[in-house]
């Protein structure tokens, strides 16, 4: 099956990709594209190709990982790893590339996550339930990540499901957390929003040094 998009874009999906099984093989071949937003999710290949804004996107996704890993390293709570990480869970039928996942060292040294070595050398895949997911929103992905990634996050067990929405104003920094039949979001307090996961509350701010540019802080105490 070929894929096409506005901007020129062919995407060849082969015909035998029909399971998580057979997209995690496609993935591994030669013949996965290199560029592109390309996940196994609610039963089907989901292709989002459009290019990542970089004051709405690329800026707010380079602050919660500079917050968060230094907060992570200084009290010794977990590994926080950006978006070039593969995750994969099985029971809710998903391959993805969250922005940000977090995973405390309790977790990664039990059963709930393993860690999975590429072809060569190292590891390349982590299959499990980490603590937390992070999805900054794009035009291309609002169905993605505020409906069904939402959906897929809890259905995997993940305690807190990080979401971020800052291509207009008011900016939108959600903290999803598991409940019994779906994520429940955190209550805010004047903009400060608590994590059980992280012990801390954080908060989302918005500058505008340069017009058109807008630049984002992620306080914590």
Not at 36 to 61: A, Y
Not at 108 to 137: A, N
Not at 178 to 193: D, E, F, N, T, V
């Amino acid at each position: 099956m070929v894929v096409s998009f506005e901007n020129g874009i062919e995407v060849t999906v082969p015909t035998w990709v029909v399971d998580i099984h057979s997209f995690r093989k496609w993935r591994a071949s030669d013949e996965f594209p290199e560029d592109g937003d390309i996940c196994w999710l609610n039963g089907q290949v989901r292709i989002d190709m459009s290019k990542e804004q970089i004051f709405t996107h690329i800026d707010v996704k380079t602050e919660y990982c500079a917050v968060l890993r230094t907060l992570a390293k200084a009290e010794k709570k977990g590994l926080v790893l950006s978006d070039g990480l593969l995750l994969t869970n099985f029971a809710a039928d998903f391959v993805c590339n969250p922005d940000l996942t977090f995973i405390l060292t309790a977790t990664r040294l039990s059963d709930r996550i393993r860690l999975i070595e590429g072809v060569e050398r190292g590891y390349v895949e982590i299959q499990g339930t980490p603590d937390m997911v992070l999805e900054i929103v794009s035009t291309g992905s609002v169905t993605k990540d505020t409906i069904a990634l939402k959906q897929a996050y809890w259905e995997a067990g993940i305690p807190e499901y990080w979401l971020v929405d800052v291509r207009r104003d008011p900016i939108r920094f959600d903290i999803f957390k598991h409940g019994p039949k779906g994520y429940l979001a955190a209550r805010k307090l004047k903009g400060w929003i608590r994590s059980d996961v992280f012990g801390k509350s954080f908060c989302l701010t918005k500058t505008e040094p340069f017009p058109d540019q807008p630049e984002f802080d992620l306080a914590v105490r």
